[in-house]
């Protein structure tokens, strides 16, 4: 059930006209379901950060257990280009809160038909804030990909974090690019010889060989 009236602007947020819409398409789906009628209500594509935790509570308060999925939200109106970040920072927070469906915007929403790259960025931005709402939702089940990529970079192991990146392809392509190829043990160019899995092993076998030649 499309809302026709939602917020074309952050501006228009929660004002009269999209509550009381919220509202009617709330009776409507009540009526559907009555009649054994399947339906999902479709959320804002417009709102700012503050009100998208809001959002979610009160049409959830307002449908029950009818899916709801939302257009981001986005969180502001200035990200031409890059819109599929500013909407997928509304759609974690959005997921968190419980909205059964994510409906995914490319960096060319308000300008252009996105081609494929686009669409691609898009989908693997929603997906990283799908996952940042399991977090919160499921966080038994949707921890465990992170555990996984934590003990990878623990261990130093290039091929595993890159083959458990959400995105392996670009991982692959930007840990490349320093020279640095897959089943190389060494730390990445950022932090070099300071890396932290580096410096703790040395450290501790450190205090290991004092602790020795104390007791000797």
């Known amino acids: 059930m499309g809302d ?11 004002d009269e006209l999209q509550v009381q819409e919220m509202i009617n398409i709330s009776r409507l789906a009540k009526r559907a379901n009555e009649k054994d009628v399947q339906v999902m209500v479709e959320g804002p594509g417009h709102v700012p950060l503050n009100e998208v935790a809001a959002n979610v509570r009160l049409a959830k308060s307002l449908i029950g257990d009818v899916p709801y999925y939302v257009l981001g939200p986005l ?3 200035i990200a031409s280009g890059h819109d599929h970040i500013a909407s997928a920072i509304g759609a974690a927070v959005s997921a968190s809160e419980g909205v059964d469906l994510l409906c995914y915007l ?25 996952h940042a709402g399991d977090l919160v939702k499921l966080r038994d089940k949707a921890i465990k990909w992170d555990m996984k990529m934590t003990e990878a970079r623990r261990t130093l192991d290039w091929e595993k ?10 991982a692959a392509k930007i840990h490349g690019r320093t020279g640095q190829h897959p089943g190389n043990n060494v730390p990445c160019t950022m932090c070099g010889g300071a890396c932290v899995y580096l410096m703790l092993p040395q450290q501790r076998k450190y205090e290991k060989n004092t602790e020795l030649q104390q007791t000797e």
Do not use: M, W
């Not at 026709?4 to 929660?14: F, Q």
């Not at 974090?161 to 670009?170: C, G, N």
């Open 75 to 77: 969180v502001t109106d």
């Open 161 to 170: 974090q890159i083959a458990l990146s959400i995105d392996p392809e670009k």
């Open 106 to 130: 490319t960096p060319s929403e308000h300008l252009a038909l996105p081609n494929a790259d686009e669409v691609k960025e898009g989908l693997i931005a929603y997906r990283i804030a799908a």
């Open 4 to 14: 026709a009236l939602r917020p074309g602007s952050i501006l228009d947020s929660h």
